[in-house]
């Protein structure tokens, strides 16, 4: 069983609340919000005000991945906004342990993410103080992208690395996810789907949750 983490970005934002609840309901544990600073990655989204704007319409945990540089800055703006698990990107920060070490010690879940090409050693050391590991299965910036097939490897390695030091973080997939490449995805270790296009852009959302959540 996956958890399934629909990602707002496809989302309908005339009417967030509602789209919260309709994937909420379909069975979806946690819900995926992208903030984009267009700087680390060239596009800008939503920041702490909608995030506490929609966070009464759901107990679903928030799953907030942050796509700014140094977001040690906004760690609090954030944990105060209602985000239940808060993610840093390696690339984006200058001192990352210091930066998951402030997220844990406001008493929210941290975790560090990885674009493509970052080879998954080189956060190895930060392992202990992450709650989630996300793995980037696309170029963070933009949704509707095809997943990249080699970040399937850094998964694997992740996993790996999970199991040699005997951690218990959660491995998180993001970008390109379907309901077609999700058992891939889960047999590689990812326990954590994040999907936007696959289920807003679908006939059927709810359909496909179940189908992902049962992969
Ligand atoms: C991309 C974001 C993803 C994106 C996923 O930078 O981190 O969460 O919204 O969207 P799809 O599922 O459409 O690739
Ligand atoms: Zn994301």
Redesign the pocket.
Known sequence: MAIVSP????ADFSALGKEIQTVASAGAEYI?I?V?DGEF?P?ITVGPCVIAGVRPCTDAVFDV?L?IREPIRYVKEFVKSGADILTVHYEACSDPAETLRAIRSDGIRAAISIKPKTPPHLIRDLLPLCDMVLV?T????????K?IPETLDSIRETARMRNEIGAQFFIEA????TAENAPALVRAGADVL??????F?APDPAAVIRTMKNC
């Open positions: 990602s707002l970005l496809a995926h992208d984009m990655v596009n991945h796509m980037m696309v170029e963070p910036g933009f949704g509707g992208q997943l993001d970008g390109g996810i994040v999907a936007g296009s696959a289920i852009r």
